[in-house]
């Protein structure tokens, strides 16, 4: 009797010690949203890479675990609503999708503004996550929406024209309606004729489909994704550019109360993200265009000539953009060089030169 209850005093003990770093733990309730669907490349990526990776770099000191609560495709918010519901609480940590709201985030536009110079995924999140961290006016505007950015994703090769009809050359879309979504609608506007339809890469299908656009702005991947082939079997490869259009951010209130390790790790983890998102984005580009193809549609590379002269009747949306954050007390200029000079150093130089008024 007296050995039987030795060893259960001793077994108590035991699984009182084993329990013990267990019990210490802070259990962290994290509410992620996203309009996007699940299958999109960057939801994805967050699932499937950012949320494991938090998690790991978390285990190392044991004091933290996350309890992750993950809201894709509408169920709290849509695609355009991300930034109003981390603002008000809807959701702790989201990925917006910068180029709907480019009155509340105009920097986020660097990239947008500056068509056919890079088409280097990795090149291009580098340089913006840069900016964002050397010049506080990124950081500035993400704060007047009560949040906490982190990084700055891009989830695209480069932009180009899908369409229902062959087109081969920029002429060619002179009277067409083409959906698009943010900056990119004004690449058409050296265009004759040319209307740009405002859309999301959800809705690009049935706008196709139902002869509402006869062309589409988007990108190899996406248009994969979203079985565009079916009513779009023609690309135009105009390599318009990569454009940054997601970025993490957290609820300033919901930061506020995260003990620094936390943050240290989703900061951290958010640049791994970056760049792993931007190398899978160039990866998987060669591939999409491949299933594009074998999906029954047709690929057409623009010339250089063309590429050229479609940059060059465009208004300098980079100086209208530039001009547009000197007037509100920021350093446009400053920023627009300092990011077309990233891009140089890295071997990138455009189609024209952004910089020149």
């Known amino acids: 009797m007296m050995n039987w209850t030795k060893r259960s005093l001793i077994g108590a003990v035991l699984v009182a010690m084993t329990a013990m770093p267990v019990a210490a733990q802070e259990k962290i309730r994290a509410v ?8 999109s490349l960057w939801v994805r990526e967050f699932s499937n890479f950012f949320i494991p990776e938090v998690d790991r770099r978390l285990a190392e000191s044991g004091k933290y675990v996350m309890d992750w609560q993950e809201n ?16 008000l609480g809807l959701g702790d940590i989201g990925i ?57 994703g891009v989830v695209l090769d480069s932009y180009q024209v899908f369409s229902a009809k062959e087109v081969s050359k920029v002429s060619d879309l002179e009277g067409l309606k083409v959906a698009g979504a ?32 006869d062309a589409a702005l988007l990108w190899p991947e996406a248009a994969a994704t979203f079985k565009i082939s079916e009513v779009a079997p023609y690309m135009l490869k105009a390599d318009l550019g990569a454009v940054n259009s997601k970025t993490v951010t957290v609820n300033a209130d ?26 899978l984005a160039m990866d998987i580009a060669a591939k999409s265009e491949a299933d594009y193809v ?43 060089d300092a990011y077309l000079a990233k891009l140089a150093a890295d071997g990138f130089t455009g189609a024209r030169d952004w910089s020149k008024p």
Do not use: C
Not at 72 to 87: C, M, N, T
């Open 294 to 336: 074998a999906a029954g549609g047709k690929i057409v590379v623009l010339s250089d000539e063309d590429r050229a002269a479609w940059a060059n009747a465009m208004p300098n949306i980079a100086q209208e953009l530039a001009t547009t954050l000197n007037a509100a007390g920021e350093p446009g200029t400053a920023m627009l």
């Open 182 to 213: 943010g900056m990119n609608l004004r690449y058409l506007e050296g265009i004759k004729d040319a209307a740009g339809v405002v859309g999301g890469l959800t809705d690009f299908y049935n706008m196709l489909q139902t002869g509402l656009v």
């Open 72 to 87: 894709y495709g509408g169920s709290i918010v849509k695609p355009k609503g991300v930034l109003e519901g981390i603002q």
């Open 254 to 279: 919901y930061w506020n109360a995260l003990p620094d390790e936390v943050k240290d790790v989703l900061k951290a983890v958010a640049i791994d993200y970056r760049d792993h998102l931007a190398g």
């Open 96 to 152: 917006v999708t910068t180029i709907f709201h480019s009155s509340k985030l105009p920097s986020q536009g660097l990239a947008a503004v500056t068509p056919f110079v890079s088409s280097d995924a990795r090149a291009v999140a580098k340089a913006i996550d840069e900016i964002a961290r050397e010049f506080p006016t990124m950081q500035n505007e993400f704060a007047a929406q009560n949040q906490v950015y982190l990084a700055t």
């Open 32 to 39: 992620v949203i996203d309009g996007y669907p699940d299958r």
